[in-house]
Structure formats: structure tokens, C-alpha cells
């Protein structure tokens, strides 16, 4: 029962919840570290070492995120040049570059159709909160109000190596995630089949403006004005 | 070894002819999907890494030493993927296709010899069932591309199917001449037939070492050619580059295995590999000598037939080399478009496939002593066939152009 | 296990059977396939989209969307002082920082008649030719890509790219979005030894190409893929306003850098290549060959590159009189230009941007039509776009 390949649906913990033993001999395992967390072991070194991304560009950022799988950077170190072209088959959505409110359904979408276990990243100033067009009208200031965003790459746009740094910072947290057990930390499991709406473009704005799911406007503070810009 | 294990074990069960019967073929089946499991695994490496060397890069170095436990962390990554059936697919189908793909690629295997004693499945009309179970895979990716429920799916389900029927005309066409010279179906028979008879049984050891490779059809001018057609052919047969149409990711995004996830794009992507690894098996029986290769007579025996390296060693180290063949055209060319990989297989394999089997025929009823200069003549007549042909199809001939300059 | 709400993936949602239309053929009723390629799409460089109905394989309709990239360049624009537009116009096409960097620079400096000084005049013209075999280079990286072969001349493109990025980010600090010129000369002078370093890689630069050209140019396969595919006749072209390396792939001999002559561009013999046919295969021929005319002007640039001032008496505050002003360079994807008007204040009342990108793409449909779904992607590729100018 332990074994993950069994665990393909997201009922996942409730599935590694049934194992016929009692929370005591349990808890002595995992203490002892015998099954449960070399499972674990293998599961995340697994998935670390083959994160297969999205080939998906955005803007000036996904250049960058082409030129890190070139000769100088080289992602296949890492075992992630496998830039998959259909989200069925990818594991990391590099969301690189500026997204528009015409594109951030699309982008939504394409996170609803890849497959768990998922992981986000958002590379560049642009997907973080709209970088240097976050003034403009029509850019939607950070994915993050709709998706959940695993890492972070700050850079107008970042180098190559701060995509190969941010892919072995989303290595690290994988290698920490605990599935199997109680107390699991991998969303993919205790989450179940991460789906989230996607907005409508009117036109003119987005409906909703952001997923209370996943974000909330940060609380106002005293002395700043009413739009939140200093 | 393996072999005399089944034996023993055939033996001791003889007393349940059943029992001895399933055991016999499981005995013989799991070493075989083991086996071939491993060297798709070995050769997603291979190619990860040899791309990375053609393109200036490193490839995988971090899971593993050399990246070798590369194919592991993929494997155990696709196993636990969710899988996803789109809503509107038909689920049945959808289920069905990679399976269908995979069983049918592994049945071929069945029939190829990799060593001496080593067919899974020794019948007399080994090849005609292999193309007609690998005639299996073509249904199965249209089945794919057609029950995804996908506008791309279905473009590469329906390029699959034109490409990989009229592309199996001149791989069973190819196949044709070498089972018209030996007379035989049967794979072991051919292979035996590449051996010079005279040569393999001599005493001295260095025409046993040559008789060993002498005889092997693709020295031969209907063997070349044969050998050429069978596999461009197969390269179609197998969707690989410049041929892979069906899946052209620049084009269709990922063609038929685009709603795919999880294990049963794991599938495919196996199916695919051990397809290849049987359709190039075949080329090897047929065409390389099959098991055959340079040998010597180990030091410690005196029996002057006992081999060195065995057979399945010989057999494994061609596939390898032709898949590193295929690795290499995928690292090079560009891919081609649907009309022209169509008229390429219309206007130019399966003529050509054809004048073959002709010469062939020709050189099967010419007398002992003519059989030199007729191979020449053969061998010149087909050049000479082959450039017409091409010349025929290019009515303006696509070439470099002369530019001019403004100053 | 079903998704609920599964849709099909790399396009827009398909709920019910739409986008098949029926048609007669000699009794057979058949559909035409009705196909959204993009906006994420392997090959549409970006988030560009091209509804397109196919018969069978062939392209019977194209429809180009876009919009997906607009990021309100222009109205940021106006609503800023003068010189801080400089900095998005490197966003705008994100490969050629720097020729976008001169266009905008040279509308202001017109606008107060503002003198260059030599230095920064020769300066400009190397930074451009430098951007000029980047772009192409990395056009015909990506072309061969869409063609199929599967990423190696791409990344023997993004080898070559890295060489020049470094030039450029000791220069100006930064890769690719170089922020590079200012009104009336360059923010800074070259660094030490910069020019030693640039003689290396552009002296390097014609061997690579002729291996690149060993590898593709005399490639059968591309030479059926791209001969006679997409053809633009030079009618079209110029009624179209097609400019750049496409414009005189199909004939037209038509350069800014000889026409105008701007900056110090008429110091410089460099002749223009030009095509006959209009195909894909003159398309990418003609940026290979203009490579290697960059590289003559470049030798010749850093040759003559004289000592001085870097920066003109450009104003402390940039307010330029009242009225409007079109200052445009030759791009390495075609003309690109400027259109400002003032009204005496420190911000610009009209900002405009002429991207050559947007008006190449507007005969797309004519050269896609009647040729199959792969060619679409091919010519698409020669045409050479970036989303960011496309759309702004």
C-alpha cells in the first residue's frame, strides 16, 4: 500500500490514511524512518530530478528561459530540458514574461490542464506584479491572484542562471515535501486535483479581479493612500 | 545460459505438459520485456546525452553518475502522475491505444532471433507475422489520435495513418528479396543463410572470422538497397525524425499523444521505443547477419565451433549502433512536410523497392560463376535507377540560388 | 480519473462541435477542420494565434489574432517625461534593444536638433550591427526549429548570441535590455578593452557562419521545404508596406540605411543582398548574406572609430517645442519608427510606435493560403515577429 505508483488519484492521503495500521506502530515507523519516508525518498528524488517544464512563452522572459537550455546554462544538467509542448505532459509552468488580462485566462487554463503533481514558477518582474507596466491598463499585476506560485525570480528579465537557480530551488522544496503519512505537505495530495476558475475577460477588466483561493490584497496600512501606491 | 535454464526447468516440469507449456512461455517472455525495458531506458539516456553532445551541451549529469538513473527518476515521475481523460474523449479507446501500441510492439520481438536458441516464439512464417502484427500500431495511434477528442490529435492520427501505410509497402517489399533468396519465412533460417557455408566450418580461423561477416546481405547489390529502403522505411514506420510527422511538435504540438499524461504517455513513449528496437531488429535479421559477427575461438576450448562473444552480445551492439544512427538523424535534420514524405514513398521507395525485387530475381538465376560482374551490373543498374527516379520527381529541382546585390 | 472540466489542450475550450463546416465535394460531405494555433503554440514565437481552417491539411482561411502581449507602451508613454521611454523601448523588441534604443533616441534628438558627436555616432553603428547579426541569427535559429530540426541549429544560434550578449552587457550592464542610448549620444563610454574583445568575436563570427551555412543552406530538405513556399510578390509588398530583409527578399531594393542615410551610415560601402523569388528560402537567405555585410561595416567601424565626447549638449530637461516629429532607423526586422507629438510640456501628447513586426505580419494570410499547415508555421517563421512589438 505504500507504494506511490498505487497513488495516482488525488485521494491520495485518504488512500495512505487506510493502511491497515494503527496510528502507534505508525508513528514508530515513521520515527524509525523505515518505509514511509524512504518512499518518500524515492518519490521526491524522483521528481525532482525530472521536472519536465512547459514550453510556453509569454514574452521578452521566455527568451532567457530559451537561452538556459542553450550551451552556457544547459537545464539538461538537471534533467529538465524536456520542454514538453502540451500541458498534459509537463510538470513546471514557467510563467515568463508579462501577462495581459486578455492572456491570463490562457494562462489559468493551461495550469487547469496540466496534470498534479504541478508546480508554478514566475519568472521576471512582470509575472511577479507587473513589473515595469504595472501602471498600464491592460496588465494583470501578478499571476499569483489567480495561481499558486512556487517560486519567485525577480530580474527585468533574470539571467539564465536565475532560472537554473530558481529550478533547484523548486528541487529543494520538493525534496522536502512529505506525502505518504499524516501531516502530508504536498498539495498535489492534500489539495487533491488543484483546478482553479478562470477568469473572463470583459474586455475591459477581469471577472473575478483575483482568486480569494489563492490571494488576498494585503491589508491597508495607515498612511498609504487608497490605491495602495506609496 | 537462459536457455539452458528453460530447458532444465522445461524439463523438470515435464511430467505437466500444461503447466510446462505456461511456465515456458513466461520463462521465455519476462527476461524479454526486462530486457527491452532496460534498453529503452539505456536509450532515452543515449539520447538525451548524444543530443546534448550534438548541440554543444553536457545533458544530464546530476541524477546519478552520468545522469544514468536519469530514465528511473523519469519513469517513477510518469508512474505517479495524475492521469487525465478529457471529458469528451471516449474513454475506452483512449485507454486502449497505448496499450495496443505497446503490446504490438513487444509481440514483434517475439519473433526476432538475438541469439542462437533465442526466439521467443520459433515459427516457420516469423516475418510475414511480424508485419502483420506491427500493421497493429498503426490503428492503435490513429485510435489515439481519434478518441483524444483533439483537433491536433486527430491531424497527427490521420498523418500516422497515410504515413505509416504507404511507408510499410517498401519495408515488407525490402523484406521480400532477402526471403526470395534464402527461401524461407522463417528468421532463424535467414539469418543461418548469411553464414558462407564453405568458410564458417573451415579450419583455418581466419576464414571462419571472415565467413562470419562475408555472407551477410547487405554486401550484396539487392541486400544494399534493400538494406537502404528498409531503413528509410522503418525511420517512417517508427515516427522518427525526419519522419516524425505525426507527433511534429513545431506544427501539431504533440499530435496524437497531446491529451496523454502520467503512465499512459509513459506508454507511447515505450511502445514507440520497442517498436523501433524491433523494427531495427528485423533490419539486423535480415539484412546484418542477424546474431553473426567476426568471431574467435576461445582459448581454453578445442572445439573449433565454440564461440567467443556470443551471438545476442553481437546482436545488441548492431541495434545499439543504429540506434545511435537514429539518434544522430535527430539531432540533424529538419523534418519533412506531408506531401512530399507521400510522394517520397510513392514515386520513389516503392519503384525503387520493386526494380530491387526484380534484380533480385535476376541474380537468384544466374550461374555460380557469372555471379561477380552481374552483381556489378546490378549494382551499377540501381544507381542508376535510383538517380532516375529522383531526377524524374524533381521537375524543378530545388538547388541553391545565385544572389545578387544591391549597392 | 476525469477532469470536470477538461478542455482540449493548447487551445480555446471546444465545448460542443463547433468549427466544422460542412462542404460539398462531388457528393462526399466533408468538414473543414477549424484549428486556434496559439496563443500557446510551440512555434507561433509567443502568444500569437492564428485561427485557421484547414481542408484536409491545406490552409483554406487565417485568421491572426492578437492583443495577447498589449502592454500599453504607447500610453505609458504619454503619460512620462521624455526620456523615460527609453528604458521600455527595449521591451518592445526584445532581441534588438539597441536598434530600438537608436530609433527613439534619434526622434528626440530631431525634435531639438540636437547634435550627435562623432564617437557616439560610430558607437551606435556598431551596437546596431552587433544587434543586427543577433536578431538574425536567432531568426534563422528559430526558423530552422519550426522546420523540424529539432533545436540544434537553434542552440548553435543561442552559442553564438551568448558572444555578442556579453559585449553588450560589459558595455551597458545588462543583456538584453540594454538601455543603452540617450538623447544626443550614449549613456556611457565603451569600458577598456571592449573594443579588443569585439574584434575577437566579430573576427570569429564568419567561420561560425560558414559552418552554420554548411549545415543548412545546401540542406535538401530545406531547400523543398522553403523554395516556392509563401511567395510575396514585390506589388504586394510595397502596397502591403513591407519593409526590412523581407521587403527585399522579394526584390525590392529598399534600405533605410542607404535611403536615409542616418547617422553615419553613408561612410560605409556595404552592399544590400537582395531575392528574386520572394520565398521563405530568399527570406532566410537574405538575412544570412546581410550577416555578413554587418560584419564588413563592423571591421570598417571599429577601424575608424575616432576619440571625443560621447554625449552632446543635450538639455537638462528634455521640452522640445510644440509640434511633431517621425524619426525611423532601419531595424533588423524593417523600419522601425517613432511618431511624436509635442504640445511644449515635458511629456510627449501622441507617442507612436511604426513596428515593422505588426506590418510584415498583416500578409500573412496571403502567403499562408493554399499551402499546408506545416508551411504556415515555416512562413510565420520567416517572417520574422516578436510579440512584444507586435502587440506593444
Same mark, same amino acid.
Given at each position: 500500500?505504500?507504494?506511490?505508483?498505487?497513488?495516482?488519484?488525488?485521494?491520495?492521503?485518504?488512500?495512505?490514511?487506510?493502511?491497515?495500521?494503527?496510528?502507534?506502530?505508525?508513528?514508530?515507523?515513521?520515527?524509525?524512518?523505515?518505509?514511509?519516508?524512504?518512499?518518500?525518498?524515492?518519490?521526491?528524488?524522483?521528481?525532482?530530478?525530472?521536472?519536465?517544464?512547459?514550453?510556453?512563452?509569454?514574452?521578452?522572459?521566455?527568451?532567457?528561459?530559451?537561452?538556459?537550455?542553450?550551451?552556457?546554462?544547459?537545464?539538461?544538467?538537471?534533467?529538465?530540458?524536456?520542454?514538453?509542448?502540451?500541458?498534459?505532459?509537463?510538470?513546471?509552468?514557467?510563467?515568463?514574461?508579462?501577462?495581459?488580462?486578455?492572456?491570463?485566462?490562457?494562462?489559468?487554463?493551461?495550469?487547469?490542464?496540466?496534470?498534479?503533481?504541478?508546480?508554478?514558477?514566475?519568472?521576471?518582474?512582470?509575472?511577479?506584479?507587473?513589473?515595469?507596466?504595472?501602471?498600464?491598463?491592460?496588465?494583470?499585476?501578478?499571476?499569483?491572484?489567480?495561481?499558486?506560485?512556487?517560486?519567485?525570480?525577480?530580474?527585468?528579465?533574470?539571467?539564465?542562471?536565475?532560472?537554473?537557480?530558481?529550478?533547484?530551488?523548486?528541487?529543494?522544496?520538493?525534496?522536502?515535501?512529505?506525502?505518504?503519512?499524516?501531516?502530508?505537505?504536498?498539495?498535489?495530495?492534500?489539495?487533491?486535483?488543484?483546478?482553479?476558475?478562470?477568469?473572463?475577460?470583459?474586455?475591459?477588466?477581469?471577472?473575478?479581479?483575483?482568486?480569494?483561493?489563492?490571494?488576498?490584497?494585503?491589508?491597508?496600512?495607515?498612511?498609504?493612500?487608497?490605491?495602495?501606491?506609496? | 545460459?537462459?536457455?539452458?535454464?528453460?530447458?532444465?526447468?522445461?524439463?523438470?516440469?515435464?511430467?505437466?505438459?500444461?503447466?510446462?507449456?505456461?511456465?515456458?512461455?513466461?520463462?521465455?517472455?519476462?527476461?524479454?520485456?526486462?530486457?527491452?525495458?532496460?534498453?529503452?531506458?539505456?536509450?532515452?539516456?543515449?539520447?538525451?546525452?548524444?543530443?546534448?553532445?550534438?548541440?554543444?551541451?553536457?545533458?544530464?549529469?546530476?541524477?546519478?553518475?552520468?545522469?544514468?538513473?536519469?530514465?528511473?527518476?523519469?519513469?517513477?515521475?510518469?508512474?505517479?502522475?495524475?492521469?487525465?481523460?478529457?471529458?469528451?474523449?471516449?474513454?475506452?479507446?483512449?485507454?486502449?491505444?497505448?496499450?495496443?501500441?505497446?503490446?504490438?510492439?513487444?509481440?514483434?520481438?517475439?519473433?526476432?532471433?538475438?541469439?542462437?536458441?533465442?526466439?521467443?516464439?520459433?515459427?516457420?512464417?516469423?516475418?510475414?507475422?511480424?508485419?502483420?502484427?506491427?500493421?497493429?500500431?498503426?490503428?492503435?495511434?490513429?485510435?489515439?489520435?481519434?478518441?483524444?477528442?483533439?483537433?491536433?490529435?486527430?491531424?497527427?492520427?490521420?498523418?500516422?495513418?497515410?504515413?505509416?501505410?504507404?511507408?510499410?509497402?517498401?519495408?515488407?517489399?525490402?523484406?521480400?528479396?532477402?526471403?526470395?533468396?534464402?527461401?524461407?519465412?522463417?528468421?532463424? =533460417?535467414?539469418? %543461418? /543463410?548469411?553464414? *558462407?557455408? !564453405?568458410? #564458417?566450418?573451415?579450419?583455418?580461423? @581466419?576464414?571462419?572470422?571472415?565467413?562470419?561477416?562475408?555472407?551477410?546481405?547487405?554486401?550484396?547489390?539487392?541486400?544494399?538497397?534493400?538494406?537502404?529502403?528498409?531503413?528509410?522505411?522503418?525511420?517512417?514506420?517508427?515516427?522518427?525524425?525526419?519522419?516524425?510527422?505525426?507527433?511534429?511538435?513545431?506544427?501539431?504540438?504533440?499530435?496524437?499523444?497531446?491529451?496523454?499524461?502520467?503512465?499512459?504517455?509513459?506508454?507511447?513513449?515505450?511502445? =514507440?521505443?520497442? %517498436? /523501433?528496437?524491433? *523494427?531495427? !531488429?528485423? #533490419?539486423?535479421?535480415?539484412?546484418? @547477419?542477424?546474431?553473426?559477427?567476426?568471431?574467435?575461438?576461445?582459448?581454453?576450448?578445442?572445439?573449433?565451433?565454440?564461440?567467443?562473444?556470443?551471438?545476442?552480445?553481437?546482436?545488441?551492439?548492431?541495434?545499439?549502433?543504429?540506434?545511435?544512427?537514429?539518434?544522430?538523424?535527430?539531432?540533424?535534420?529538419?523534418?519533412?512536410?506531408?506531401?512530399?514524405?507521400?510522394?517520397?514513398?510513392?514515386?520513389?521507395?516503392?519503384?525503387?523497392?520493386?526494380?530491387?525485387?526484380?534484380?533480385?530475381?535476376?541474380?537468384?538465376?544466374?550461374?555460380?560463376?557469372?555471379?561477380?560482374?552481374?552483381?556489378?551490373?546490378?549494382?551499377?543498374?540501381?544507381?542508376?535507377?535510383?538517380?532516375?527516379?529522383?531526377?524524374?520527381?524533381?521537375?524543378?529541382?530545388?538547388?541553391?540560388?545565385?544572389?545578387?546585390?544591391?549597392? | 480519473?476525469?477532469?470536470?472540466?477538461?478542455?482540449?489542450?493548447?487551445?480555446?475550450?471546444?465545448?460542443?462541435?463547433?468549427?466544422?463546416?460542412?462542404?460539398?465535394?462531388?457528393?462526399?460531405?466533408?468538414?473543414?477542420?477549424?484549428?486556434?494555433?496559439?496563443?500557446?503554440?510551440?512555434?507561433?514565437?509567443?502568444?500569437?494565434?492564428?485561427?485557421?481552417?484547414?481542408?484536409?491539411?491545406?490552409?483554406?482561411?487565417?485568421?491572426?489574432?492578437?492583443?495577447?502581449?498589449?502592454?500599453?507602451?504607447?500610453?505609458?508613454?504619454?503619460?512620462?517625461?521624455?526620456?523615460?521611454?527609453?528604458?521600455?523601448?527595449?521591451?518592445?523588441?526584445?532581441?534588438?534593444?539597441?536598434?530600438?534604443?537608436?530609433?527613439?533616441?534619434?526622434?528626440?534628438?530631431?525634435?531639438?536638433?540636437?547634435?550627435?558627436?562623432?564617437?557616439?555616432?560610430?558607437?551606435?553603428?556598431?551596437?546596431?550591427?552587433?544587434?543586427?547579426?543577433?536578431?538574425?541569427?536567432?531568426?534563422?535559429?528559430?526558423?530552422?526549429?519550426?522546420?523540424?530540426?529539432?533545436?540544434?541549429?537553434?542552440?548553435?544560434?543561442?552559442?553564438?548570441?551568448?558572444?555578442?550578449?556579453?559585449?553588450?552587457?560589459?558595455?551597458?550592464?545588462?543583456?538584453?535590455?540594454?538601455?543603452?542610448?540617450?538623447?544626443?549620444?550614449?549613456?556611457?563610454?565603451?569600458?577598456?578593452?571592449?573594443?579588443?574583445?569585439?574584434?575577437?568575436?566579430?573576427?570569429?563570427?564568419?567561420?561560425?557562419?560558414?559552418?552554420?551555412?554548411?549545415?543548412?543552406?545546401?540542406?535538401?530538405?530545406?531547400?523543398?521545404?522553403?523554395?516556392?513556399?509563401?511567395?510575396?510578390?514585390?506589388?504586394?509588398?510595397?502596397?502591403?508596406?513591407?519593409?526590412?530583409?523581407?521587403?527585399?527578399?522579394?526584390?525590392?531594393?529598399?534600405?533605410?540605411?542607404?535611403?536615409?542615410?542616418?547617422?553615419?551610415?553613408?561612410?560605409?560601402?556595404?552592399?544590400?543582398?537582395?531575392?528574386?523569388?520572394?520565398?521563405?528560402?530568399?527570406?532566410?537567405?537574405?538575412?544570412?548574406?546581410?550577416?555578413?555585410?554587418?560584419?564588413?561595416?563592423?571591421?570598417?567601424?571599429?577601424?575608424?572609430?575616432?576619440?571625443?565626447?560621447?554625449?552632446?549638449?543635450?538639455?537638462?530637461?528634455?521640452?522640445?517645442?510644440?509640434?511633431?516629429?517621425?524619426?525611423?532607423?532601419?531595424?533588423?526586422?524593417?523600419?522601425?519608427?517613432?511618431?511624436?507629438?509635442?504640445?511644449?510640456?515635458?511629456?510627449?501628447?501622441?507617442?507612436?510606435?511604426?513596428?515593422?513586426?505588426?506590418?510584415?505580419?498583416?500578409?500573412?494570410?496571403?502567403?499562408?493560403?493554399?499551402?499546408?499547415?506545416?508551411?504556415?508555421?515555416?512562413?510565420?517563421?520567416?517572417?520574422?515577429?516578436?510579440?512584444?512589438?507586435?502587440?506593444?
Amino acid at each position: 500500500m505504500e507504494d506511490p505508483s498505487k497513488s495516482t488519484t488525488s485521494e491520495a492521503h485518504t488512500l495512505s490514511d487506510s493502511v491497515d495500521l494503527d496510528d502507534a506502530t505508525r508513528s514508530e515507523m515513521e520515527k524509525a524512518g523505515v518505509i514511509v519516508s524512504s518512499v518518500d525518498w524515492l518519490y521526491n528524488w524522483a521528481r525532482s530530478g525530472s521536472v519536465w517544464p512547459l514550453q510556453f512563452g509569454l514574452a521578452c522572459c521566455a527568451i532567457e528561459m530559451i537561452c538556459s537550455a542553450g550551451s552556457r546554462y544547459d537545464i539538461a544538467r538537471f534533467g529538465s530540458e524536456v520542454f514538453r509542448p502540451s500541458p498534459r505532459q509537463a510538470d513546471l509552468l514557467i510563467v515568463s514574461g508579462t501577462v495581459t488580462k486578455k492572456m491570463a485566462p490562457q494562462v489559468v487554463r493551461i495550469f487547469n490542464q496540466m496534470p498534479e503533481p504541478k508546480y508554478v514558477i514566475a519568472m521576471g518582474a512582470c509575472a511577479i506584479s507587473g513589473g515595469p507596466f504595472k501602471q498600464g491598463y491592460n496588465v494583470l499585476k501578478g499571476i499569483d491572484r489567480y495561481i499558486p506560485v512556487d517560486v519567485y525570480i525577480p530580474g527585468c528579465p533574470p539571467r539564465p542562471e536565475a532560472v537554473l537557480h530558481s529550478l533547484m530551488t523548486l528541487q529543494k522544496g520538493i525534496r522536502r515535501q512529505r506525502t505518504l503519512g499524516k501531516g502530508s505537505n504536498n498539495p498535489a495530495y492534500v489539495e487533491g486535483n488543484r483546478e482553479y476558475p478562470v477568469p473572463s475577460f470583459s474586455g475591459k477588466d477581469l471577472d473575478p479581479p483575483y482568486n480569494p483561493e489563492v490571494w488576498q490584497p494585503p491589508e491597508k496600512r495607515p498612511n498609504m493612500p487608497e490605491d495602495g501606491c506609496p | 545460459m537462459l536457455v539452458q535454464f528453460a530447458n532444465w526447468v522445461q524439463g523438470e516440469l515435464a511430467c505437466s505438459p500444461a503447466l510446462a507449456k505456461i511456465v515456458g512461455i513466461l520463462l521465455a517472455a519476462v527476461p524479454l520485456a526486462t530486457v527491452f525495458a532496460l534498453c529503452f531506458a539505456f536509450t532515452t539516456w543515449l539520447e538525451r546525452k548524444g543530443l546534448a553532445r550534438i548541440q554543444n551541451r553536457i545533458g544530464p549529469n546530476r541524477v546519478g553518475p552520468f545522469g544514468l538513473f536519469q530514465p528511473i527518476a523519469d519513469g517513477i515521475k510518469m508512474i505517479t502522475k495524475e492521469d487525465i481523460v478529457p471529458r469528451s474523449s471516449d474513454h475506452f479507446f483512449h485507454l486502449i491505444a497505448p496499450l495496443l501500441v505497446l503490446v504490438s510492439s513487444m509481440a514483434c520481438l517475439a519473433f526476432i532471433p538475438f541469439g542462437l536458441g533465442m526466439t521467443m516464439s520459433p515459427i516457420d512464417t516469423a516475418v510475414v507475422f511480424f508485419f502483420a502484427i506491427l500493421g497493429m500500431n498503426t490503428l492503435a495511434v490513429f485510435l489515439a489520435g481519434w478518441a483524444s477528442r483533439n483537433k491536433y490529435s486527430l491531424l497527427g492520427g490521420m498523418r500516422a495513418v497515410a504515413q505509416m501505410v504507404s511507408y510499410e509497402i517498401p519495408l515488407v517489399l525490402s523484406a521480400v528479396t532477402v526471403v526470395m533468396m534464402v527461401g524461407s519465412l522463417d528468421t532463424r =533460417e535467414i539469418v %543461418g /543463410a548469411q553464414v *558462407v557455408e !564453405g568458410w #564458417a566450418t573451415s579450419e583455418n580461423s @581466419g576464414l571462419r572470422f571472415l565467413g562470419q561477416i562475408a555472407g551477410w546481405h547487405v554486401f550484396t547489390p539487392w541486400g544494399f538497397a534493400g538494406f537502404i529502403i528498409f531503413f528509410i522505411a522503418a525511420l517512417a514506420e517508427t515516427n522518427r525524425s525526419p519522419f516524425d510527422l505525426p507527433e511534429a511538435e513545431s506544427e501539431i504540438i504533440a499530435g496524437y499523444v497531446t491529451e496523454y499524461s502520467g503512465f499512459k504517455f509513459a506508454l507511447f513513449f515505450l511502445g =514507440e521505443y520497442i %517498436g /523501433a528496437f524491433a *523494427v531495427l !531488429g528485423l #533490419a539486423i535479421t535480415l539484412f546484418l @547477419g542477424g546474431w553473426n559477427g567476426p568471431n574467435f575461438q576461445p582459448w581454453w576450448s578445442s572445439d573449433p565451433h565454440a564461440l567467443l562473444i556470443p551471438g545476442f552480445v553481437w546482436f545488441f551492439f548492431k541495434m545499439f549502433v543504429l540506434m545511435a544512427v537514429l539518434i544522430w538523424i535527430r539531432g540533424t535534420l529538419p523534418r519533412l512536410r506531408v506531401d512530399q514524405l507521400m510522394s517520397f514513398a510513392w514515386k520513389f521507395l516503392l519503384p525503387l523497392a520493386l526494380v530491387n525485387v526484380f534484380v533480385a530475381g535476376f541474380l537468384f538465376h544466374v550461374a555460380k560463376e557469372d555471379r561477380v560482374w552481374a552483381s556489378v551490373a546490378a549494382f551499377v543498374f540501381l544507381y542508376l535507377v535510383a538517380k532516375g527516379l529522383s531526377r524524374m520527381n524533381q521537375s524543378d529541382a530545388p538547388a541553391p540560388r545565385k544572389y545578387h546585390f544591391a549597392e | 480519473m476525469t477532469m470536470e472540466s477538461s478542455v482540449v489542450a493548447g487551445s480555446e475550450p471546444t465545448v460542443e462541435p463547433r468549427g466544422f463546416e460542412l462542404i460539398e465535394r462531388e457528393g462526399l460531405e466533408t468538414n473543414l477542420l477549424e484549428v486556434s494555433m496559439g496563443p500557446h503554440h510551440p512555434s507561433t514565437h509567443g502568444v500569437f494565434r492564428m485561427d485557421v481552417k484547414l481542408d484536409g491539411e491545406t490552409v483554406t482561411e487565417l485568421r491572426p489574432v492578437f492583443g495577447y502581449l498589449h502592454r500599453n507602451h504607447e500610453k505609458l508613454a504619454e503619460d512620462m517625461g521624455y526620456l523615460g521611454s527609453m528604458p521600455f523601448t527595449d521591451r518592445l523588441d526584445y532581441f534588438c534593444s539597441m536598434t530600438n534604443n537608436w530609433a527613439y533616441a534619434l526622434a528626440g534628438e530631431k525634435m531639438i536638433d540636437l547634435e550627435v558627436p562623432e564617437r557616439a555616432e560610430y558607437v551606435r553603428v556598431i551596437m546596431a550591427e552587433l544587434t543586427r547579426l543577433v536578431n538574425h541569427i536567432m531568426l534563422v535559429g528559430f526558423f530552422v526549429n519550426d522546420l523540424g530540426a529539432l533545436g540544434t541549429p537553434l542552440l548553435y544560434a543561442l552559442r553564438e548570441r551568448e558572444k555578442i550578449l556579453d559585449l553588450f552587457e560589459w558595455a551597458s550592464g545588462a543583456r538584453m535590455m540594454c538601455n543603452y542610448m540617450r538623447f544626443g549620444g550614449l549613456r556611457n563610454d565603451l569600458p577598456e578593452g571592449w573594443l579588443t574583445k569585439c574584434r575577437e568575436v566579430v573576427d570569429a563570427f564568419p567561420y561560425f557562419l560558414d559552418e552554420y551555412e554548411k549545415l543548412l543552406v545546401e540542406n535538401e530538405i530545406i531547400l523543398v521545404r522553403t523554395q516556392n513556399v509563401g511567395v510575396l510578390k514585390p506589388e504586394l509588398a510595397i502596397n502591403a508596406g513591407i519593409t526590412g530583409p523581407m521587403l527585399r527578399a522579394s526584390g525590392v531594393n529598399y534600405d533605410l540605411r542607404k535611403v536615409d542615410a542616418y547617422g553615419v551610415y553613408d561612410r560605409f560601402p556595404f552592399r544590400v543582398p537582395m531575392g528574386e523569388v520572394g520565398d521563405c528560402y530568399d527570406r532566410f537567405m537574405v538575412r544570412i548574406l546581410e550577416m555578413r555585410e554587418s560584419i564588413k561595416i563592423l571591421r570598417q567601424a571599429m577601424d575608424e572609430l575616432p576619440e571625443g565626447p560621447i554625449m552632446g549638449e543635450a538639455p537638462r530637461v528634455f521640452k522640445p517645442p510644440a509640434g511633431e516629429i517621425y524619426g525611423r532607423i532601419e531595424g533588423p526586422k524593417g523600419e522601425l519608427g517613432f511618431y511624436l507629438v509635442s504640445d511644449g510640456t515635458a511629456k510627449p501628447y501622441r507617442y507612436r510606435v511604426r513596428p515593422p513586426s505588426l506590418v510584415n505580419l498583416t500578409v500573412l494570410e496571403d502567403l499562408c493560403l493554399g499551402h499546408k499547415v506545416a508551411d504556415a508555421v515555416v512562413i510565420l517563421g520567416s517572417v520574422d515577429i516578436v510579440l512584444g512589438e507586435v502587440d506593444r
